[in-house]
């Protein structure tokens, strides 16, 4: 075999196991100028957004929850948004080997902004700073909650504003 088409074949192998991968959940680190966007969507989604961290127990506790919600409603007018508020130094060494062993395929942003005092208002004026905290809206509402989910409570709220639109 001519030692150019052996190359190609070997390109082409790399290629076509490249693309039968799963995608990977790449976390993005932003601050929260840059998160903010995310929060105030208003087109005709309905937007769950979780703030959550791999050190908050009832955090990890939802999460299958929220996997779940989303799942069901992959095919409607629904998003997930994970906002985690580990330290960026755990980015590598915690949170990214998180998401990939939970095999969490929401998008996934690390909110690397310490000054709270100065955003956490912004997210909702009801918000104190607990988590988890979760925002489900759209352009028609904006509900908060401060409390863990179970899949039945999540999937009744989605369900119900999912009719409504």
Not at 131 to 155: A, G, H, V, W
């Amino acid at each position: 075999m001519p030692i150019k088409s052996l190359i190609f074949l070997c390109i082409l192998s790399v290629s076509y196991s490249a693309k039968s991968q799963p995608k990977e959940n790449k976390i993005q680190v932003l601050n929260f100028e840059q998160l903010e966007p995310y929060l105030h969507k208003t087109n005709d989604t309905i937007y769950l957004v979780n703030f959550w961290a791999t050190w908050c127990a009832p955090c990890i506790k939802e999460l299958p929850a929220i996997k779940q919600v989303e799942e069901k409603y992959k095919n409607e007018k629904f998003k997930v948004l994970l906002v985690s508020l580990d330290f960026e130094w755990d980015l590598t060494s915690r949170l990214d080997p998180f998401v990939k062993s939970k095999n969490i395929t929401s998008k996934v942003f690390l909110l690397n902004d310490p000054d709270q005092n100065k955003w956490i208002d912004k997210v909702d004026q009801n918000w104190w700073g607990e988590l988890p905290f979760t925002l489900i809206y759209s352009k028609q509402f904006r509900e908060s909650y401060s409390q863990p989910f179970t899949f039945d409570e999540l999937n009744s709220i989605i369900n119900q504003k999912l009719n409504n639109l």
